[in-house]
């Protein structure tokens, strides 16, 4: 059975920080390339950070520079560290595998102002 189970989700000031974790099973974990997506309210889900297999990285121009995503294969586990939070990154933030394309349940960020 897959599971991916995020966590780390809350509210927070903006220029605050959070980190999100993505626990995941019942995948070849080492081997999927990982994202995170978010979704706000009334708005497209849309791709947030990506990390492959290799740890090779990508981001929306939207988090460079404030986002870092990050792997621990020995844990099946990606985070997704967030500094500088703002207003507008609050939604529900999901992880995705892309091998199989799985997709974890979310958890919600608020950025208070």
């Known amino acids: 059975q897959v599971r991916l189970v995020e966590s780390g989700g809350g509210l927070v000031q903006a220029g605050g920080s959070l980190r999100l974790s993505c626990a995941a099973s019942?995948?070849?974990?080492?081997?999927?390339?990982m994202g995170w997506y978010r979704q706000a309210a009334g708005k497209q889900r849309e791709l947030v950070a990506g990390?492959?297999?290799?740890?090779?990285?990508n981001y929306a121009d939207s988090v460079k520079g404030r986002f870092t995503i990050s792997r621990d294969n020995a844990k099946n586990t990606v985070y997704l560290q967030m500094n500088s939070l703002k207003p507008e990154d609050s939604a529900t933030y999901y992880c995705?595998?892309?091998?199989?394309?799985?997709w974890g349940q979310g958890t919600q960020v608020t950025v208070s102002s």
């Open positions: 990390i492959t297999s290799g740890s090779g990285t």
């Open positions: 019942g995948i070849r974990f080492s081997m999927n390339a």
């Open positions: 995705r595998a892309l091998e199989n394309n799985y």
